[in-house]
Nanobody, 124 residues
Framework: QVQLVESGGGLVQAGGSLRLSCAASGRTFSSYAMGWFRQAPGKEREFVAAIRWSGGSTYYADSVKGRFTISRDNAKNTVYLQMNRLKPADTAVYYC?????????????????WGQGTQVTVSS
């Protein structure tokens, strides 16, 4: 069992930056692939970024490529999402998720555990 707790959300102006963190419980964190998803009001949840268990491979949605960076620190059981050059379209609740696989996964249904989410609001 893995429990995930996100933090770091907030209100920021367009063009600004935020760093989200996701702290995971459990001793097997390093054996999970991790991902970030987001859900904007009135829209379905969508994939944002994913990282392999070792951190050696990452994958991004086209909408955030070049602006967001996912990383992880297995010693701290934490995954991060650095978000730069934020846009109003990035406004959403951001969720981290863990998948019992060693590869990089983007499909929502491949993730086994989810956090409660953290709100990110980007003003224009």
């Amino acid at each position: 069992q893995v429990q995930l707790v996100e933090s770091g959300g907030g209100l920021v102006q367009a063009g600004g930056s935020l760093r989200l963190s996701c702290a995971a419980s459990g001793r097997t964190f390093s054996s999970y692939a991790m991902g970030w998803f987001r859900q904007a009001p009135g829209k379905e949840r969508e994939f944002v970024a994913a990282i392999r268990w070792s951190g050696g491979s990452t994958y991004y949605a086209d909408s955030v490529k070049g602006r967001f960076t996912i990383s992880r620190d297995n010693a701290k059981n934490t995954v991060y999402l650095q978000m730069n050059r934020l846009k109003p379209a990035d406004t959403a609740v951001y969720y981290c998720a863990a998948a019992r696989t060693l590869g990089v996964v983007a499909a929502e249904n491949e993730y086994d555990y989810w956090g409660q989410g953290t709100q990110v609001t980007v003003s224009s």
